[in-house]
């Protein structure tokens, strides 16, 4: 958790008045298809 969302997360709590505050969860989004191909290294030639 970053501070930025430690941050929002003390800004959520300070705005509940009740005895129960507010469940707050982090999602990470992906990508839905399949994994990204991986292509082989390209050696580095020198055009000197």
């Not at 997360?9 to 707050?24: A, G, H, I, Y």
């Not at 999602?27 to 000197?48: F, H, I, W």
């Amino acid at each position: 958790m970053t501070a930025a969302n430690k941050e929002l997360d003390r800004q959520v709590l300070n705005l509940s008045e009740e005895s129960n505050p507010p469940r707050t969860n982090i999602l990470v989004e992906r990508p839905t298809g399949g994994a990204r191909k991986s292509y082989p290294p390209v050696p580095y030639v020198s055009q000197k």
